[in-house]
């Protein structure tokens, strides 16, 4: 019912744009012949087994895919394309029953058809455009560790249309190209197979901060995942972390592949919380006078 409805929709208004002029009863009488009413209902029952033979494909892939997962992927897909395929089907064959074949007819669908392509392949030729232009400026590569849009992973394929990042979940998400031609792109590595993370430490201002500026340093340095061509910075500051006062080290060092770049984070952090625990190094904590200010 709703291919039919979308038909006499897109006929209609084709017909009124064409004769440019409010509609009269001159040309709805114009338009009532082109249908072939004798059809309309075939036309009506035709949607209604569609509709019917889809939702029993939907229960049957359902509970074949709940028994059989292994083939679940397979299932959907060809599902998919069935869907497709019947749309289509059932679409043609609605409107060949229906409506009276003319050039006048075959004109409106040919000018409506035309006006639906441009607007669909608009986005398409812009992604093309911005496709090139992404791999003439090379803002980033395959293989770059890169943020955009708040997404965070891999760069894996450049497509004229579009580019498909991996995230740290595993996840692929597929990107338009024209998104990277007017948003921020960060790259971590920029093509080096190296990349700098940062990882921060918080201890109390009563700390030995001297010392705990070492013990990053070493905890780093003796990482299996360090790149040790390149520096490891341990900075210091004094900072508000939740309305505490505290001093913040911020170690930065290069790990030797970006695909380490999370167990390498999880080696410092462990490395370094255990030997704050051997010489007693304590983070943050309420200061008395902050307790005292705030009771009162």
Known sequence: MRILIVLLTVLFSSTVFATEAIPDVESLQQFASLIRWSGVFFSMVIVFATWLLLRFIDSVVENVSNQFVQYR?????????????????????????????????????????????????????????AGLTVMIDRPFQVGDRVTFEGNYGDITTIGLRSVRMRTLNDDIITIPNNKFLNEVVVSGNYGALDMQVVIPFFVGLDQDINLARTLIQEAASSSRYIHLPKPVVVLVKQTITDNYLAIQLTCKAYVVDTAYEKLFETDITLRVMEEFHKHGIAAPRIATSQINYQSN
């Not at 289509?88 to 035309?114: C, E, K, W």
Request: charged residues 10%.
């Open 73 to 129: 992927m397979v299932l959907q897909k060809a599902q998919s394309f069935f869907q497709f395929f019947m749309y289509v089907s059932s679409g043609l064959i609605v409107f060949m029953i229906s409506f009276r074949i003319n050039d006048h007819i075959l004109a409106l669908i040919g000018g409506t058809l035309a006006v639906s392509v441009g607007f669909a392949l608009k986005d398409l030729a812009a992604s093309f455009i």
